[in-house]
């Protein structure tokens, strides 16, 4: 079996057609869609990049493994200590790790460990190919290694090739040449002159006077983030150049697809679409930014298209992404791993029968502290240290009502937070006695002065 796993950094579900989305950001990536399971419920446990792509790896959420921030103790791995053997357990038990154990060559295409010094990343891997500048390459300096690590393993039978593309990543550094394919398109509709204004008034992490400041300080080597966003119309500066970025890294990935025919195992070949994490772009004031652990932040795309796999189908079950690890080896017949916290959802590959989990617990260490509990049609967020952002501690959204969270229902709805909380607490308690540690990293990011980048922005 040769796996495919798309990693598009930053990637909202939401902006793409096969999850219903107005502009055709991704023809190519629709087109596997079609031939797979799309799951509408998919969210990374730990965000933003580093403890997302952990967690991936490892088959651990971050409250195990260690790395919830991007800066501090908390953005490195616990070290075994005294049970370590001759080689840690990683080197068996992350994602990739566990397919070579089952004769698999692994492979990355990807900055990411450079980029976030996090080296444990590449655990697993027969090879590692860091390409281009630190993850502000865009995908035509990524394609070129690509294909031709697909034309030099066209003959191998079982490989796992984990390919990223960075684009629709912050800052958005489509070539200008690629032009606006979105100007005339409609922004989505929720996004109106009213709540612009709202916005406008707001003063904090990547808000729309921060992005403003950015533009002048940071972003202004790339055209596309260049023009200070001062009316409603200038909005389209920032929708339309994430979807720009969509758009041309979906090119780059047809011309991937279109390697697979080329070679003749297309056919053969699983191939998974899915993100470290989303985009806010609007919700909770904040634009071009993953700092939040809620929906625009978290919730995140997962699309297979497995061999002998159910086609054409949406799953709408509660998925976690550090379940992928335990589903492939379900997939491949292999036992799960004892260190993992994932569960298998093969059978929604399938046989379409698994419904998914009863809620998820989300968090976020880097922007803010926060922590929060998806279940039914709700998200509640509560908030240990707002990064600056004057979060209230606790926020409530009706995400069948209100997707964008733009509707705080917390103070009216206290029967529903006080639920969220003993999830919260069952939650917490389940991690903190099945681990050998007895401290959360959340609470040492805290000690050591709080949130990462809030200590920038300040």
């Known amino acids: 079996m040769r796996i495919l796993y798309l990693?598009?950094?930053?990637?909202?579900?939401?902006?793409?057609?096969c999850y219903g989305y107005h502009r055709e950001t991704s023809p190519n990536i629709d087109l596997v869609a079609n031939e797979g399971v799309v799951f509408t419920n998919y969210y990374c446990t730990d965000a933003p990049c580093l403890p997302s792509?952990?967690?991936?790896?490892?088959?651990?959420?971050?409250?195990?493994?260690?790395?919830?921030?991007?800066?501090?103790?908390?953005?490195?791995?616990?070290?075994e200590g005294s049970s370590r053997d001759f080689s840690d357990r990683l080197n068996r038990e992350s994602l990739?790790?566990?397919?070579?154990?089952?004769?698999?060559?692994?492979?990355?295409?990807?900055t990411f460990a450079e980029r976030h010094s996090a080296w444990k990343f590449n655990a697993?891997?027969?090879?590692?190919?860091?390409?281009?500048?630190?993850?502000?390459?865009?995908?035509?300096?990524?394609?070129?290694?690509?294909?031709?690590?697909?034309?030099?393993?066209?003959?191998?039978?079982?490989?796992?090739?984990?390919?990223?593309?960075?684009?629709?990543?912050?800052p958005y550094r489509t070539p200008e040449e690629y032009g606006h394919p979105f100007a005339d398109t409609p922004l989505p509709d929720w996004l109106t002159e009213e709540v612009f204004q709202k916005h406008k008034d707001r003063d904090c992490q990547h808000s729309i006077n921060h992005?403003?400041?950015?533009?002048?300080?940071?972003?202004?080597?790339?055209?596309?983030?260049?023009?200070?966003?001062?009316?409603?119309?200038?909005?389209?500066?920032?929708?339309?150049?994430?979807?720009?970025?969509?758009?041309?890294?979906?090119?780059?990935?047809?011309?991937?697809?279109?390697?697979?025919?080329?070679?003749g195992?297309?056919?053969?070949?699983?191939?998974?679409?899915?993100?470290?994490?989303?985009?806010?772009?609007?919700?909770?004031?904040?634009?071009?930014?993953?700092?939040?652990?809620?929906?625009?932040?978290?919730?995140i795309p997962m699309i297979i298209r497995w061999p002998k796999g159910l086609k054409g189908r949406i799953d709408e079950g509660l998925h976690y992404h550090i379940d992928l690890a335990p589903t492939l080896a379900n997939l491949l017949g292999a036992p799960k791993a004892e260190s993992w916290d994932g569960q298998s959802f093969a059978d929604s590959?399938?046989?379409?029968?698994?419904?998914g989990r009863d809620y998820l617990v989300l968090s976020q260490c880097a922007h803010v502290v926060q922590r929060s509990v998806r279940f039914e049609d709700w998200l509640y967020i509560r908030s240990y240290?707002?990064?600056?952002?004057?979060f209230p501690k606790e926020m409530l959204f009706n995400l069948k009502e209100d997707p964008y969270e733009q509707n705080n229902l917390a103070a009216e709805m206290r029967d529903i937070c006080k639920e969220a909380v003993y999830l919260l607490n069952e939650w917490h308690d389940d991690m903190m006695s099945t681990m050998e540690f007895d401290v959360d990293p959340l609470w040492t990011v805290m000690r050591e002065g709080g949130p990462f980048h809030a200590k920038e922005f300040k």
């Open 53 to 79: 792509r952990s967690a991936l790896m490892s088959g651990k959420f971050g409250i195990h493994n260690g790395v919830v921030g991007h800066g501090g103790t908390a953005a490195d791995m616990r070290h």
């Open 385 to 390: 240290h707002d990064g600056h952002n004057g």
């Open 349 to 355: 590959i399938l046989t379409g029968e698994y419904k």
């Open 96 to 110: 990739p790790g566990s397919l070579r154990q089952l004769g698999y060559k692994t492979a990355t295409i990807s």
């Open 7 to 17: 990693d598009l950094d930053s990637l909202r579900p939401d902006h793409l057609g």
């Open 265 to 299: 195992i297309m056919e053969d070949t699983a191939i998974l679409i899915s993100a470290d994490h989303g985009e806010n772009l609007g919700e909770l004031g904040i634009y071009s930014e993953h700092g939040t652990a809620d929906q625009g932040t978290c919730h």
């Open 211 to 263: 992005m403003n400041s950015l533009a002048k300080s940071h972003y202004f080597r790339w055209p596309r983030h260049a023009k200070p966003i001062e009316n409603y119309n200038d909005l389209r500066f920032i929708i339309d150049n994430y979807d720009c970025a969509i758009r041309y890294m979906d090119d780059h990935v047809g011309r991937v697809l279109r390697k697979l025919e080329e070679l």
């Open 124 to 170: 697993g891997f027969n090879e590692v190919f860091n390409v281009g500048t630190n993850g502000h390459e865009s995908a035509d300096k990524v394609l070129p290694v690509a294909l031709k690590w697909l034309e030099d393993n066209r003959g191998a039978e079982d490989w796992f090739l984990h390919l990223n593309f960075w684009d629709p990543h912050t």
